[in-house]
Structures are given as C-alpha cells and as structure tokens.
C-alpha cells in the first residue's frame, strides 16, 4: 500500500483570506487567517481585500467538519443494497459478504477513495468504527493490525485526519459464539483484543481510540476491560447502543434491564464515551447518557436508510449529551445533509419547527464531533485549534440568494457536499476548488475500489 511522504506532513506556515468566516456566533466578512505549525496563529477582521500572498477563500468558511461514526468498508454497499425490502437484519447480511473478500490492500484502496470522498465533502477528521480485524476465518495477520493499519495509511493518503476506533467484538449475541462472518472481527476475548489494540500507534493525524461494537457483541463481564483499556489511555470510547428494537428485548431477557443501565452497571459510561445512534431510549436511559455526560453520535441518513427510527436526540441534548453526527454506512457523505436531517427529522416527529439552530447544527458537526473523536480545541476558528478549514460556495444554484449573514442558514439548510471549494487539514489545502489536490480522480478510484469487491 502506498503511504505519504513523511516530508509532505512538515508543519505549514501560510495564510489564507476569507471573504465570509464563520466565527462560532455569527458570519464576519473579511477575515484573515495566519497558519503555523500547522495551528491557527492569529485571525485577523475587517480586512476588505486579501494581504499580499494569501490564499484566498471565496465563499463561507467553516471550522473543518468532523465525522464522528464511519465503517470505511461500508462505502461499497451503496445502492447495491436498494434492491428489494427487508430490514436493518436483511441489510446485514450483505455487508457480512462485502466484508468477507477484504483484504489489507483491498482495504486501503477502498478506504483511501472513501476518506477521499469525505474530503471533498469538506470532512477533515474522521472517526473509523473499525472491527475487521484479521482473515477470513479468524486467522490473525501475521501483522494482527494490518487492517486497522491500512485504514490509518489511507487516511494519511487522503490528507485527513482519522480517530481509528479499534472495536471490540467477540459475540454474535448475547451467550451466542461469532457466526463464521464474524469470526474476522472477534479476538475471542477482550483481554486479547487489548493486546493487539496496545500495539497500535498514533501520530499528528492519528489518534488511537477504543469502541465496543454493541452490549450483544461483547460479554457483559468483558465490558469493563475494554472500558478501562480507554481510561488508561485517556482515549475516545465509542458504543454502538439502542440502535435495533430487538437488541433491547435482547438485552432485557438476557440481563434484565437496557443496554444503557449495563452500561452504566459496568462503567462505560462517562464523558469520553460516546453511544451511537442511541435511538430506542427509555427516560431513565436518557438521564443516565445525560447525567454521566455520555456523547451522542447520530447518524440520521443511515437511521433513515436502514428504517431504524429517529432518535430522541433534543431530549438527550437536554439531559446533557453532547450531539455529533456520523455518515457511518455512507448512504450518502454530506455532513450537510446529517445536520439538517438531525432537525428535519425532529420536525416531522414533533410537527413543531426549528429545535436547533443553524449554529447549534455546525457545532454538532464540528467542534463536538472533534471533542467526541479526542480533539478538543479543534473545530473552532480561533488562535491554537488545529488550521482544518471547510469553504462553501455562497454562489451554487443550492446557496446563491441569501445575504451574507444568513450564510450559516444557507450551508446547512441547503448546502451539499458539492458545494464544498475548499478543504485545508493542518494549514495544506486538500480540496482546492472542489478538486483532491492528491487523488486526481477520486470517482474513479471509488469505482476501481467497489468494482474489486463486487467481482
């Protein structure tokens, strides 16, 4: 597999001009942005023209976006299973087949064109649910992170940063041993699942993160290891939790009581957790996300795309979890689209309009979808965050119309991932002018990818 050239990942010095910005609370014209180290250094207002040299930005610019949830691999699912009806169960069953003819380099190259696509949607950190671990059968790789490696590879390719979310997953159900699918993904315990994830490195653009798969994938008595695995490291800790009607009955007749109370019962929960989807929620399950500070991650165009319900996030916002948005299977990759769906859909749930503003929608999609992938600080466009910038077209058939200070409303409400010109990670510009500065053609690298796998 290909990997970057070291000296491409130098520290940038530079400077870039915007004609709008948006800074946390509103959209300010004329803003100057000074990079070094590859951190914002100092911003600049009330500059009517660009200063010698800068690098001008046409449009809105918006802390770079975070993608909080993703299953690279699921990216060759798309449309291929739009075919016929069924359920989240049905679909299921597709993905196992794609998983199951990955290899390392067939990865990489699938999730190299996938994190290129997130680029281009202005996406410049990435949180990766990954569980693929070893060969078809369970045999591990005679390098047993060879897979998580080479979602690491392609990210640094892709020129975005990635939180590789090593998962957790031994079970099929709860008592039941893994399905010949699922022998790939499980270690057979958390204690050597913790051995190989030990052996996984960060670095600038990587940091290293812990998931559990789901209260049905990993033993109750196993849900404290991989718990304290991420304490120790001070890292991320993700759970797919609630997402399926039938995993709560599940758990119930298993435990007697919700995935969100064995949680909690086994020390999951906390702020550097974070519960994904979290969409068949009792009340007290929503106090205790909201009360131990517990993230919520939706992901409202897979939740809509595999019909598993809309998730009661206002309710858990005002408890106290902080929201962030994920594509995780990639139906589409629009961060955009994530964002109003989020609102959209409490509307048609409630019958009553506008439950988050169009500020509270980009912090969801921004600074809180970093905090959730163990970057705090970033997603902000303020002296010290990380220089990963997003721009807007304010002049598409989508955003062309609005004055300038209802530019936010514009991106949100009606703003694609087409729409993006620029993406900058660590001051170096990764999209310029809607195209990848180092995958020249990104769609053809997407079909190559998917076609491999589909024979």
């Avoid at 060969?135 to 047993?144: L, Q, S």
């Avoid at 490291?233 to 435990?255: F, G, K, T, Y």
Wanted: net charge negative; hydrophobic share 40%; proline share 5%.
């Amino acid at each position: 597999m290909q990997l970057t050239n070291r000296a491409e990942s130098a520290p940038v010095t530079a400077t870039y001009w915007m004609d709008h910005a948006w800074l946390g609370t509103h959209v300010e014209p004329g803003v100057t942005l000074d990079v070094a180290g590859g951190r914002v250094a100092a911003i600049r207002t009330g500059e009517e023209t660009p200063p010698p040299g800068a690098t001008v930005l046409r449009g809105l610019t918006l802390p770079g976006l975070a993608n909080a949830h993703s299953h690279a691999f699921h990216r060759a699912l798309r449309s291929t299973v739009q075919v016929g009806s069924g359920t989240f169960w049905t679909w299921r069953e597709v993905m196992y087949q794609v998983a199951s003819r990955l290899t390392p380099d067939t990865y990489y190259e699938l999730a190299r064109a996938t994190y290129a696509e997130m680029a281009l949607a202005g996406i410049t950190s990435v949180g990766e649910f990954h569980y693929l671990h070893h060969a078809p059968g369970g045999t591990p790789y005679a390098n047993p992170n060879a897979m998580g490696e080479a979602l690491i590879a392609a990210a640094a390719e892709a020129g975005i940063r990635i939180t590789l979310l090593d998962t957790a997953y031994l079970a099929a159900g709860f008592g039941e041993r893994p399905n010949r699918h699922q022998l790939r993904f499980s270690d057979t315990t958390a204690e050597a699942w913790a051995e190989r994830a030990s052996l996984l490195k960060g670095d600038d653009h990587t940091l290293i993160g812990a998931a559990i798969h789901s209260v049905r994938a990993v033993p109750a008595d196993q849900l404290a290891t991989v718990a304290r695995w991420a304490e120790e490291r001070d890292a991320p800790l993700h759970v797919h939790l609630s997402e399926q009607i039938a995993e709560n009955e599940a758990c119930q007749a298993a435990h007697g009581r919700t995935p969100t109370r064995l949680l909690a019962d086994h020390g999951v929960l906390g702020p550097r957790t974070t519960g994904v989807h979290n969409t068949h929620l009792t009340r007290e399950d929503i106090a205790l996300l909201g009360s131990t500070t517990t993230g919520t991650c939706m992901c409202p165009t897979t939740e809509r795309d595999l019909a598993d319900g809309i998730g009661p996030a206002v309710a858990l916002q005002q408890a106290g979890s902080p929201l962030s948005l994920g594509s995780d299977s990639h139906a589409v990759i629009d961060l955009f689209e994530e964002a109003r769906a989020m609102e959209l859909n409490e509307r048609l749930r409630t019958h009553v309009r506008g439950h988050w503003t169009a500020a509270a929608l980009l912090r969801a999609a921004s600074a809180d979808g970093h905090a959730a992938l163990g970057r705090p600080g970033a997603g902000v466009l303020e002296p010290g965050a990380p220089a990963d910038l997003t721009t807007v077209a304010l002049d598409s058939v989508r955003t062309a119309g609005p004055v300038p200070r209802l530019a936010a409303e514009a991106a949100v409400f009606a703003a694609s991932a087409a729409d993006v010109r620029h993406t900058v990670v660590a001051g170096r510009h990764i999209v310029r002018d809607g195209r990848h500065t180092r995958i020249q053609d990104v769609p053809r690298a997407l079909a190559t990818a998917v076609a491999a796998l589909h024979g």
